[in-house]
């Protein structure tokens, strides 16, 4: 049972696309956010936590184990993508989770068309990929808190340190 509902959490972009019309047909109000999420940590869970409170349903583009690699360098993801997709779908404030292969989820963002676009406190709302689209269809961009002290990083490098 529990397996199940984390395996229907868990999309590919079409389906994504007609899950996210039928919530917004239904009234319902979709936000979105995306990453890495490679080692989970209190940072991302306050994130997703303050991000499904400006709506009905989180929606997470999770970039894929080649993305997270273009971007963070050949050593990372240090969790595999059925991990990290697992991880997120087991999380009480995610809807749906997303693997997306681009290194920016711009192509989602167009497909899904979110009410509410949102990214962490390190990114300001004009260079948050996808804003334009989401302003356009009048929905709103934010820049959420960021909490100091938490990243994959500083765990990656406390772990190889010890």
């Known amino acids: 049972m529990i397996l199940r509902s984390l395996r229907a959490k868990i999309h590919t972009q079409a389906t994504a696309t007609a899950q996210v019309r039928n919530w917004q047909q239904s009234g319902n109000k979709v936000v979105f956010t995306n990453g890495c999420f490679d080692i989970l940590h209190y940072g991302h869970l306050h994130y997703l936590a303050e991000a499904r409170d400006l709506g009905d349903q989180l929606v997470i583009g999770?970039?894929?184990?080649?993305?997270?690699?273009?971007?963070?360098?050949?050593?990372?993801?240090?969790?595999?993508?059925?991990?990290?997709?697992?991880?997120?779908?087991?999380?009480?404030?995610?809807?749906?989770?997303?693997?997306?292969?681009?290194?920016?989820?711009?192509?989602?963002?167009?497909?899904?068309?979110?009410?509410v676009l949102v990214k962490g406190g390190d990114w300001q709302p004009e260079q948050i990929v996808g804003?334009?689209?989401?302003?356009?269809?009048?929905?709103?961009?934010?820049?959420?808190?960021?909490v100091e002290g938490y990243s994959t990083t500083k765990i990656e490098d406390k772990i190889k340190n010890s």
């Open 131 to 146: 804003a334009d689209i989401v302003l356009a269809k009048g929905g709103a961009v934010k820049s959420l808190g960021f």
């Open 62 to 115: 999770l970039n894929s184990a080649a993305s997270v690699s273009r971007l963070k360098g050949a050593h990372r993801p240090i969790n595999d993508e059925q991990t990290r997709l697992f991880q997120l779908a087991a999380l009480q404030m995610v809807d749906m989770v997303v693997i997306f292969e681009e290194d920016t989820p711009f192509n989602l963002i167009q497909a899904l068309e979110p009410d």
